[in-house]
């Protein structure tokens, strides 16, 4: 959610910054911008893309080796060019790129007015920048970076914030609370920046910044502090990140490479932690605390969007496989609702990008109030998966398209290892058991391989007959009830066709009312031992002249004499299923999304990556 970054070096800055914001356009594209320090601050920003902003800077070059760039995801005032970032404080001294909340930002401005500035947007950004200039003008004897301090000490809300000021030409000011930034070290030349995305072909080590501190960041040193003022020394970490990983690689889009990578994310995610032969799990993050979870009274996962489908089937597992009582929450409920939750109970939350506002906020809140709290994350050193008590990554590698993919099939590969193991330590599982389970987990990547080969391109005929379909049903049982929502999220998501998800039989109870012959209803019917209530359910839909789009194990001649489109799919055990049947969502939503002439990696109003609430 809005992407920032900065450059000192000797590089062009302009460059370096379009380079930069094109890789982090996937957390916001409402609008993008620029300042570059030469002399003077020199500042370029519109409504739209990053490319029209590149062409804007193609026509008006501008040189410098010191600049801060952002890709907006608006939340205060409309996407337009007077709303983008950076931000210039009244003088057009100082600029200033934001991500996050300013929660008190009329009251601030409503002062700032008073005393008599003026404004040109309707962000909360610019009362940033104007605050700072307001100290620091009227404050004798003071430094910028304690005008800073000082102003940050106003401010109630969330920032990750790149600040330049044409007083100090060889510096970046960045400070951070509740939103990501981290500093890239180069040979002589430093970058700041949202995510390591922008910064992955210059350098792989990298500083992480914590919520309060703040850094002074020149060509060839940096400085970490407090927002209080007191020196801090930072460990340096290397990026495991490859730049292979955040381009395209031949693919039109990344959401298509990202769905064809899951033979070998799924494999990833599994490396290391399995024994099929002697039927044992190794998760190294939550070794320590499995004989907690072993007497957990109850597990409860808290997550967003994708990551609360992948919790659903969390909740089948952990019940099945451990006999441990789950309950799914939205990380957005969660928090406001004054939750019983304490000591003896554990939270656990999924996070693709380990930043999300909500899932943090509700990590925090069970924090307090003595759960233990562990992750499931993607993306190494983010908040979430460094304020968690313990965990696993998925090891998916960067997800960049905005509908999440991989990132769904290796957190369910996770939760399927932890359920497993908890069951083996609670004794529910005995080894002739793990090991049946574990020998057809490691065959899940070759499965996906087989449906990725084998069906793309009955996918993509059918989705040329339901391109202009208005409404779209996807109905599950079981573990396939969550990939039915995953299904109408996807296809919601980057298509904008109107698309529900429900547990089948559910479907009495309501939505059945919309069927009719323009309807089509996709049916996930892969779960054994719910196969005949299913095959009930396709009945009812047929019955009113539904369409049906079946996804189905190879060997179901009942199902597929029941469908008008039937998508087979290799057998597996039921809770290992939706591993394999959201392979045929995804490509579904793709190649229907393609055909509506849609912008698969950056949908209206999305972002990747949600961090505010
Ligand atoms: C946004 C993204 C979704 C994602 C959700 C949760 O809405 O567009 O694709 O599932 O956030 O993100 P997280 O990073 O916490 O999994």
Same mark, same amino acid.
């Given at each position: 959610?809005?992407?920032?970054?900065?450059?000192?070096?000797?590089?062009? &800055?302009?460059?370096?910054?379009?380079?930069?914001?094109?890789?982090?356009?996937?957390?916001?594209?409402?609008?993008?911008?620029?300042?570059?320090?030469?002399?003077?601050?020199?500042?370029?920003?519109?409504?739209?893309?990053?490319?029209?902003?590149?062409?804007?800077?193609?026509?008006?070059?501008?040189?410098?080796?010191?600049?801060?760039?952002?890709?907006?995801?608006?939340?205060?005032?409309?996407?337009?060019?007077?709303?983008?970032?950076?931000?210039?404080?009244?003088?057009?001294?100082?600029? *200033?790129?934001? =991500?996050?909340?300013?929660?008190?930002?009329?009251?601030?401005?409503?002062?700032?007015?008073?005393?008599? $500035?003026?404004?040109?947007?309707?962000?909360?950004?610019?009362?940033?920048?104007?605050?700072?200039?307001?100290?620091?003008?009227?404050?004798?004897?003071?430094?910028?970076?304690?005008?800073?301090? %000082?102003? %940050?000490? !106003?401010?109630?809300?969330?920032?990750?914030?790149?600040? %330049?000021?044409?007083?100090?030409?060889? $510096?970046?000011?960045? &400070?951070?609370?509740?939103?990501?930034?981290?500093?890239?070290?180069?040979? =002589?030349?430093?970058?700041?920046?949202?995510?390591?995305?922008?910064?992955?072909?210059?350098?792989?080590?990298?500083?992480?910044?914590?919520?309060?501190?703040?850094?002074?960041?020149?060509?060839?040193?940096?400085?970490?502090?407090?927002? +209080?003022?007191?020196?801090?020394?930072?460990?340096?970490?290397?990026?495991?990140?490859?730049?292979?990983?955040?381009?395209?690689?031949?693919?039109?889009?990344?959401?298509?490479?990202?769905?064809?990578?899951?033979?070998?994310?799924?494999?990833?995610?599994?490396?290391?932690?399995?024994?099929?032969?002697?039927?044992?799990?190794?998760?190294?993050?939550?070794? +320590?605390?499995?004989?907690?979870?072993?007497?957990?009274?109850?597990?409860?996962?808290?997550?967003?969007?994708?990551?609360?489908?992948?919790?659903?089937?969390?909740?089948?597992?952990?019940? !099945?496989?451990?006999?441990?009582?789950?309950?799914?929450?939205?990380?957005?409920?969660?928090?406001?609702?004054?939750?019983?939750?304490?000591?003896?109970?554990?939270?656990? *939350?999924?996070?693709?990008?380990?930043?999300?506002?909500?899932?943090?906020?509700?990590? $925090?809140?069970?924090?307090?109030?003595?759960?233990?709290?562990?992750?499931?994350?993607?993306?190494?050193?983010?908040?979430?998966?460094?304020?968690?008590?313990?965990? *696993?990554?998925?090891?998916?590698?960067?997800?960049?398209?905005? &509908?999440?993919?991989?990132?769904?099939?290796?957190?369910?590969?996770?939760?399927?290892?932890?359920?497993?193991?908890?069951?083996?330590?609670?004794?529910?599982?005995?080894?002739?058991?793990?090991?049946?389970?574990?020998?057809? %987990?490691?065959?899940?990547?070759?499965?996906?391989?087989?449906?990725?080969?084998?069906?793309?391109?009955?996918?993509?005929?059918?989705?040329?007959?339901?391109?202009?379909?208005?409404?779209?049903?996807?109905?599950?049982?079981?573990?396939?009830?969550?990939?039915?929502? /995953?299904?109408?999220?996807?296809?919601?998501?980057?298509?904008?066709?109107? &698309?529900?998800?429900?547990?089948?039989?559910?479907?009495?109870?309501?939505?059945?009312?919309?069927?009719? /012959?323009?309807?089509?209803?996709?049916?996930?019917?892969?779960?054994?031992?719910?196969? +005949?209530?299913?095959?009930? =359910?396709?009945?009812? *839909?047929?019955?009113?002249?539904?369409?049906?789009?079946?996804?189905?194990?190879?060997?179901?001649?009942?199902?597929?004499?029941?469908?008008?489109?039937?998508?087979?799919?290799?057998?597996?055990?039921?809770?290992?299923?939706?591993?394999?049947?959201?392979?045929?969502?995804?490509?579904?939503?793709?190649?229907?999304?393609?055909? $509506?002439?849609?912008?698969?990696? !950056?949908?209206?109003?999305?972002?990747?990556?949600?961090?505010?609430?």
């Amino acid at each position: 959610m809005c992407g920032i970054v900065g450059y000192i070096g000797e590089r062009s &800055a302009s460059d370096v910054l379009i380079k930069g914001l094109k890789r982090l356009e996937y957390r916001g594209y409402d609008s993008a911008g620029v300042a570059v320090m030469n002399g003077k601050m020199l500042c370029s920003k519109g409504k739209g893309k990053v490319s029209n902003l590149e062409k804007t800077l193609k026509k008006n070059k501008i040189e410098g080796f010191l600049g801060i760039g952002h890709t907006r995801w608006a939340t205060h005032g409309e996407p337009n060019d007077v709303n983008s970032h950076p931000h210039l404080s009244e003088s057009g001294k100082i600029a *200033v790129v934001h =991500n996050g909340i300013i929660e008190n930002y009329t009251t601030l401005k409503k002062n700032l007015i008073e005393r008599g $500035r003026t404004f040109q947007s309707q962000t909360d950004t610019e009362v940033i920048a104007q605050l700072i200039e307001e100290i620091y003008t009227t404050s004798a004897d003071i430094t910028f970076d304690r005008a800073i301090r %000082l102003a %940050l000490k !106003q401010i109630v809300g969330t920032y990750g914030l790149a600040i %330049l000021n044409s007083e100090t030409p060889d $510096r970046i000011f960045i &400070a951070r609370k509740g939103s990501p930034l981290l500093l890239g070290i180069g040979d =002589n030349e430093m970058f700041v920046a949202s995510d390591a995305s922008p910064i992955v072909e210059y350098t792989n080590k990298v500083v992480y910044l914590d919520d309060g501190e703040m850094a002074i960041v020149t060509q060839d040193s940096y400085r970490v502090k407090t927002i +209080d003022d007191f020196p801090l020394t930072k460990e340096v970490h290397e990026l495991a990140m490859s730049l292979d990983a955040i381009e395209k690689a031949g693919y039109p889009h990344f959401m298509l490479k990202e769905i064809f990578e899951q033979p070998r994310s799924v494999a990833d995610c599994m490396r290391g932690r399995l024994n099929h032969e002697e039927g044992t799990i190794l998760l190294g993050g939550i070794e +320590d605390v499995m004989d907690h979870l072993v007497k957990a009274r109850r597990i409860v996962i808290a997550a967003c969007g994708t990551s609360w489908h992948s919790a659903l089937v969390g909740e089948y597992l952990f019940e !099945q496989l451990a006999k441990t009582p789950v309950e799914v929450e939205y990380a957005s409920e969660f928090r406001y609702r004054d939750p019983l939750i304490g000591e003896g109970d554990v939270l656990l *939350v999924i996070s693709q990008s380990g930043e999300t506002a909500d899932t943090l906020a509700a990590l $925090r809140e069970a924090k307090k109030r003595g759960a233990l709290v562990l992750g499931i994350c993607n993306v190494v050193g983010s908040t979430i998966s460094r304020e968690t008590d313990a965990g *696993v990554f998925t090891h998916a590698g960067p997800e960049i398209g905005v &509908a999440s993919t991989k990132a769904f099939t290796a957190q369910v590969v996770v939760l399927i290892m932890m359920a497993l193991e908890l069951g083996e330590r609670k004794g529910i599982l005995g080894q002739k058991e793990m090991k049946r389970y574990l020998t057809e %987990l490691m065959r899940i990547p070759s499965k996906i391989e087989y449906i990725l080969e084998h069906s793309d391109e009955a996918i993509q005929k059918m989705a040329g007959l339901f391109t202009y379909a208005p409404n779209f049903l996807y109905l599950g049982r079981s573990f396939n009830f969550p990939v039915a929502l /995953e299904g109408a999220l996807k296809l919601k998501e980057i298509s904008y066709i109107h &698309a529900e998800g429900y547990p089948a039989a559910e479907m009495k109870h309501g939505p059945i009312a919309l069927i009719d /012959e323009m309807m089509p209803v996709v049916v996930i019917a892969a779960t054994d031992h719910t196969n +005949d209530k299913m095959i009930s =359910n396709i009945q009812e *839909v047929k019955a009113r002249k539904g369409r049906i789009i079946s996804i189905m194990n190879d060997d179901n001649p009942e199902v597929k004499e029941l469908s008008e489109f039937h998508i087979s799919i290799p057998s597996t055990i039921d809770c290992f299923s939706p591993l394999l049947t959201v392979i045929p969502l995804q490509l579904l939503s793709y190649y229907i999304a393609v055909n $509506r002439g849609c912008n698969v990696d !950056q949908p209206r109003n999305l972002a990747k990556s949600v961090t505010v609430e």
